[in-house]
């Protein structure tokens, strides 16, 4: 059996974690990998996190399974905070072991409806995206979403990706912070693509996974309601490792709007199906830190404080990184300042992304994405002057050439 496989190359990104943990030179820089830092490079347990498991250790009592939906305290609790204006009658949900497992049991459960139907992934998108929809056997469909000459969504190549849809297709969207560029679609767009998912008969995948990073709370999915409002049917997949810190505990959800009762529950028991024969229980403990978070006023403002000075922090980051940079005529990076949530892209290539790593222990995905999060402020000022001069050395060699 051995013989017959083959070798699978790694993924670029883990092996760009490995390579940061190995270099040993004290002044290198991960904007890398996808995890808020705070002002000392740590990624924190939040102090609402940290009592909730205070709280949980005194008072749990059993450590048997939680059975295939989850905690439903759980599920209740999160789709009260991300699609708090939506029809409960309409929707059903699920623990899942972070949205990742989320997004593959959408997979599945699209592959179940229809298995011949195609995906829509707007480029760049994050890398796993088309991995997890692939390995559903779905077909996937792919269009340009960012125009990197005018750092904005790329309208035109979108629209027109979408208009080219057939009846029954999926697309995927992301509910606000989009990974990797940081540029999310206006209100406008969100009504656009609601006329069009009508027109077209397309069903919506949103994935939300920084939730409270880019606007705030109230404001971040306020777009996604109104849009949820205007549709059918769509699939949901929500991720707690962010927005509660809770990286390692895989804490995630799926939900699914119908267009009734009975709609939502044979998608259910589809979900259940799904669930039983790919990993069966979901674990309980970060569910558990969330509900716990979010049914104690207490908690739930602490934790909401915290969250604000992340979101406040990385804004105050990209301010500093602009401010940095000046006016060089080497690249333009004011639009950093108007990118949501932790990731922005920068317009380098492969050559410079590899001369900052190999020079200057500068890490960043091979896209130029970087994680503004990972940037502490003594950082901010040398990777300003660094980039600088790698892209001024770039433009000399040009002009002798």
């Keep these: 059996m051995l013989e017959r496989l ?3 190359p790694s993924d670029p990104l883990i092996e760009l974690i490995g390579e940061y943990k190995r270099d040993l030179r004290d002044n290198k820089i991960d904007l890398g990998v996808g995890v808020y830092r705070d002002h000392l490079g740590n990624t924190p ?19 048997s399974y939680l059975g295939l939906a989850g905690d439903p305290e759980f599920v209740e609790a999160l789709r009260e905070l991300t699609f708090k204006n939506t029809d409960t009658a309409r929707f059903t949900g699920l623990q899942t072991p972070g949205s990742s497992a989320a997004l593959r049991v959408a997979g599945d459960l699209i592959k179940l409806s229809n298995a011949d ?18 390995r559903a056997g779905l077909k996937i469909e792919t269009y340009n979403y960012y125009d990197a000459s005018k750092n904005q969504v790329d309208r035109a190549s979108t629209f027109s990706a979408l208009n080219s849809a057939d009846a029954g297709d999926f697309i995927l969207l992301q509910g606000c912070c989009h990974n990797p560029t940081g540029t999310d679609f206006s209100s406008n767009d969100w009504h656009q693509l609601a006329d069009l998912c009508l027109e077209k008969g397309l069903t919506p995948i949103i994935d939300i996974a920084y939730h409270g990073f880019g606007d705030g709370l109230d404001v971040d999915l ?5 849009f949820l409002a205007s549709i059918p049917e769509a699939i949901l997949t929500v991720s707690c490792s962010k927005s509660f810190g809770l990286y390692r505990e895989r804490t995630g959800a799926i939900y699914i709007q119908g267009k009734n009762t009975k709609a939502t529950n044979r998608a259910r028991s589809n979900l259940l199906s799904i669930a039983r024969t790919s990993y069966s229980m979901p674990p309980d403990h970060g569910a558990a830190i969330v509900r716990t978070i979010l049914n104690q006023s207490n908690l739930r403002m602490m934790w909401q404080n915290e969250l604000e000075n992340m979101r406040l922090g990385i804004i105050a980051t990209r301010k500093a990184l602009v401010n940095s940079w000046g006016n060089d005529d080497a690249l333009d990076i004011s639009y950093l300042n108007n990118d949501k949530g932790m990731f922005s892209l920068l317009p380098l290539n492969s050559t410079q992304i590899s001369k900052l790593k190999l020079d200057h222990a500068i890490y ?17 000022e040398r990777f300003a002057s660094t ?15």
């Design 6 to 8: 083959e070798q699978v």
């Design 45 to 63: 347990v939040m102090q609402a996190v940290k009592q909730a498991e205070q709280e949980i250790l005194s008072s749990q009592i059993s450590k």
């Design 222 to 226: 306020a777009n996604v309601h109104q």
């Design 364 to 380: 960043m995905a091979g896209n130029g994405r970087i994680n503004i999060a990972g940037l502490q402020g003594r950082d901010v």
């Design 117 to 134: 139907a195609k995906i829509w992934i707007g480029l760049p998108c994050w890398a796993n995206h088309i991995p997890l929809f692939s």
């Design 387 to 401: 980039l600088l001069t790698v892209l001024s050395n770039d433009t000399e060699k040009l002009k002798c050439g």
